[in-house]
């Protein structure tokens, strides 16, 4: 066997993706992480956000107090769209109604909403290439720790920062004609042998450089061996690596042997297996289930009796069974669930689980390209997350709510709008429309909550709330700007015709004064003249 799983290291592979990947180191917790990303764009497009609906409601209330004259516009020209169009367009030049003002602010915010899409696309594809990637990690720590580490001042066998293995081949290679092995150090200063020897795979008469060759090394507490192959025998050009458990170590761990058994370790909880049991206890049971095996069967037509099996061939099984039980442990100390989601990174439904079953399916679903672990790693890998490939990954609840939170904006969007889609067409088919589209966009998010992850439809969730919230507030803010523009139109205006008045009352008052100043002749036959006046006029 070679007991190692290469499954390669994703890339981030964008810029949003890093920030969500950093956003989600920062607050410990995918949910907490996808809200201070969905804050951080709400962010970003808040003034275009701002624009686009305050232009909507401006135009929403200017339409309102048009309404009295467009309802007559169009039964005037209830039979000639072309001409209420342009009746309806000079309507608009005059009132200051601008058609285009939200359209910029949509776009872009629409753009935003595309790329985050796409990022949160790119993001669940990576954490679930990157949750194997620990798995495989974790898988290969079983055969790693079956090597005792080198900390001495020339660290033969170190491990590296991604905890592989790293040999130092060359050294180890001019070590096979010394009669004693090489020493290294542990951490607590103590040490250990390192045996190292060659055998011979294949050899190539016509060309003897390519004859193959391969190193084996074991260390005095381990229980793994590490092979080098290589060719070239007096200047080796080195070539795969393997691992397997040794024979020593297989020897020792005998229910025979009276010897401690080295697959014994605390690094890996002493190599238990699923069912708890070190290798011992669990060859005892194997060779029992098998016994019992042969023995229901025994008169069973046809029925050959199955050999019991050795150390050397169960051990094989025994730490395959380990490895797989470490990678499910470790994919759910990082899985990324979210209440009743079990992987945030996968649909909230139950036709989808939250870790794929078959490995075409996963690399199809989350576009890995490599081909190092294979159909048969893949399924080691996932070979006890039973639950996990099998349970629901949700129950479409987030697809639920999608809807109904867009369906909610719909309802607040028709009412803040009625008056366009009354009356910028003829016939109102504008107000036909909205109630189409009242219903169709909600389908619409709950398609894309279907087809995207549960972390995209709680972005979608969050961000549509958010976008009511502001919506209200920013409706209430041009509401109150519209009403004090149109009250102080309305003073000038009363203040323009009590001017009028006061100087209609001046010429009334200065007519008034002059007619006073002027002699009164009355009606003498009346005798409502001034007399003497009269009298006097005629004496002179």
Request: aromatic share 10%; net charge neutral.
């Amino acid at each position: 066997m070679s007991g190692i799983l290469n499954f390669t290291a994703p890339n981030a592979g964008s810029f949003l993706v890093e920030i969500i990947i950093w956003l989600v180191k920062i607050s410990s917790s995918i949910a907490l992480g996808i809200v201070l990303f969905t804050l951080i764009l709400k962010l970003i497009t808040l003034p275009f956000d701002f624009m686009s609906r305050a232009s909507m409601r401006k135009n929403s209330l200017k339409m309102e107090e048009m309404r009295p004259e467009l309802e007559k516009l169009q039964k005037q020209y209830a039979d000639n769209k072309d001409l209420y169009n342009q009746k309806m367009m000079a309507l608009y030049k005059k009132n200051g109604y601008s058609m285009f003002g939200a359209c910029l602010p949509t776009i872009l915010t629409l753009v935003i909403f595309i790329v985050a899409i796409n990022a949160f696309t790119d993001y669940s594809k990576y954490q679930n290439k990157m949750d194997f990637y620990y798995m495989s990690q974790s898988y290969n720590n079983v055969i790693y720790s079956g090597l005792d580490i080198d900390e001495s001042e020339n660290a033969y066998i170190i491990r590296n920062d991604k905890g592989e293995i790293v040999v130092d081949d060359d050294t180890l290679y001019n070590s096979l004609t010394a009669i004693s092995p090489l020493q290294g150090e542990k951490a607590d200063g103590t040490t250990f042998d390192i045996f190292v020897r060659s055998e011979t795979v294949t050899v190539n008469l016509e060309e003897p450089t390519k004859s193959t060759f391969k190193m084996m090394v074991e260390t005095e507490n381990g229980y793994v061996q590490y092979i080098r192959y290589y060719t070239n025998e007096t200047d080796p050009v080195w070539g795969n690596i393997e691992y397997k458990v040794s024979d020593k170590a297989v020897e020792k761990v005998s229910y025979i042997s009276a010897n401690a058994p080295l697959l014994a370790s605390k690094d890996n909880n002493y190599l238990k297996n699923n069912a708890g049991d070190t290798f011992d206890v669990a060859f005892e049971k194997e060779k029992d289930r098998i016994n019992q095996l042969n023995e229901q069967n025994k008169d069973t037509e046809g029925w050959v009796n199955k050999a019991l099996p050795t150390e050397s061939e169960f051990v094989d099984a025994f730490i395959n069974d380990i490895q797989s039980v470490k990678a499910a442990e470790r994919y759910r100390a990082e899985q990324s669930s979210f209440l009743w989601i079990k992987n945030i990174w996968v649909t909230d439904s139950p036709t989808k689980h939250a870790v794929e079953s078959s490995w075409s399916t996963f690399k199809s679903t989350h576009s890995y390209s490599g081909y190092d672990i294979g159909k048969d790693g893949y399924k080691k890998l996932i070979e006890h997350l039973d639950e996990e490939t099998t349970a629901p990954n949700g129950y479409f609840i987030l697809v639920i709510l999608t809807a109904a939170v867009s369906l909610v904006s719909q309802i607040v969007m028709g009412k803040t709008q009625k008056a366009q889609m009354e009356l910028q067409t003829v016939d109102g088919q504008g107000a036909q429309t909205q109630k189409m589209m009242k219903w169709m966009m909600p389908i619409m998010m709950a398609i894309f909550a279907f087809m995207y992850t549960s972390a995209f439809s709680i972005y979608i969730i969050l961000s549509s709330l958010l976008s009511l919230g502001t919506t209200f507030l920013i409706n209430a803010i041009v509401d109150s700007k519209f009403k004090k523009e149109k009250a102080k139109e309305n003073s000038e205006k009363i203040r323009g015709r009590v001017y009028v008045k006061k100087e209609e009352e001046k010429v009334e008052k200065k007519a008034d004064k002059k007619k006073k100043d002027q002699p009164e002749t009355g009606d003498f036959l009346s005798g409502t003249a001034d007399q003497k006046k009269h009298i006097r006029g005629r004496i002179k």
